[in-house]
């Protein structure tokens, strides 16, 4: 087993683990180009001569169409795992593999409704997180956190809005936070100026399970229509963070409103500014609907669960 990817946080704990990591920039999505996709497929193809490879798994369609072009003169096996729907466009398809992975149940049913992926290729399988660390959050104040990419996609503004709707309605200790960098970081920066919210940016935080150890409430204010399941969510609930998310595509089916936190209509900061301050002045409902969630979603993204159902897939497609 291998890990071939142009870098990122995770590289050193995978590499502690025991298991192999080859970074290489070529493969980076925001190094693409005609030459580099080129240079990509013979650098994988070398790859996979030299280590025996049997099956390439690749979780974006960038990283896919490499594969599948190698796959092509080594006849190994494809998996891809789709993580959300992205908008139509570009030289290359979306879906390029053998088999295919939804991390979400409703992203599963719509693409073979669709008749985009036949339904013996795709099987759903949830995301593994597993949190050991400790929960240690502050007595006597609630902390919320929102932890993105900062980009008009993700929704902050959405989010820095409610906040100054929150602070002018809610007396008791409440602070607002932002992790993240972006494109979209100094326009926010001076709407969070401009407006008084009294929100706090982070910037880029390495450790997020540590940070939301320590905060009491997660929004997802995002307004794109390609999420699939974020792994903040996960995380968050395994840090025992109430969540309030914004409606997006293919969330309803396993987070109920109200049962295991609070949804809010796609764009409507009045409306996720009306949860927050339900969240805050029902403390005792607030704890019932986190710990609740704190214990579904053990379940749910269970990594053991998720590691068996990756080697039963692997298996079809090396049958196959």
């Known amino acids: 087993m291998m890990i071939l990817c142009p870098g990122g946080d995770s590289v050193n704990r995978f590499r502690d683990s025991g298991i192999k990591v080859t970074e290489d920039n070529i493969f980076d999505h925001a190094n693409r180009s005609i030459n580099n996709f080129s240079a990509a497929v013979k650098r994988l193809i070398s790859i996979i001569s030299r280590n025996q490879i049997d099956i390439i798994h690749s979780h974006n369609h960038y990283a896919a169409n490499i594969s599948y072009y190698a796959s092509k003169f080594r006849g ?46 795709i099987k759903f399988i949830n995301q593994g997180y597993r ?7 502050k007595e006597g104040t609630t902390d919320i956190i929102c932890a993105s990419r900062l980009i008009h996609e993700k929704g902050v503004d959405l989010y820095i809005r409610a ?15 932002i992790a993240g960098t972006g494109v979209y970081e100094d326009e926010l920066k001076k709407l969070a100026t401009d407006i008084n919210s009294g929100v706090v940016f982070l910037g880029e935080v390495k450790n997020l399970p540590e940070l939301f150890s320590q905060t009491n409430i997660f ?20 840090t025992k963070n109430l ?26 900061y009045g409306q996720l500014a009306e949860k927050i301050l339900t969240a805050l002045r029902n403390p005792t409902m607030t704890s ?20 068996v159902k990756h080697i039963e897939l692997y298996k079809e497609c090396l049958q196959a």
Do not use: W
């Open 163 to 177: 906040a100054k709707i929150v602070q002018s309605r809610f007396s008791g200790n409440v602070k607002f936070y």
């Open 288 to 307: 019932q609907m986190t710990e609740a969630f704190y214990n579904k979603s053990k379940t749910m993204f269970d990594p053991d669960t998720m590691a």
């Open 76 to 121: 190994v096996k494809t998996v891809q795992t789709i993580h959300g729907l992205i908008p139509e466009g570009g030289m290359l398809k979306h879906f390029r593999a053998d088999k295919y992975i939804a991390v979400n149940k409703s992203l599963e049913t719509f693409l073979q409704k669709n008749k985009i992926i036949k339904s013996e290729d």
């Open 219 to 238: 929004i997802m204010p995002t307004r794109s229509c390609s999420e699939g399941l974020p792994m903040t969510i996960a995380e968050a609930a395994a």
């Open 131 to 137: 949190y050991d660390g400790v929960i240690n959050k």
């Open 243 to 268: 969540i309030i998310t914004s409606e997006f595509n293919f969330f309803g089916n396993f987070f109920k409103d109200g049962a295991d936190g609070f949804i809010f209509k796609v764009d409507d």
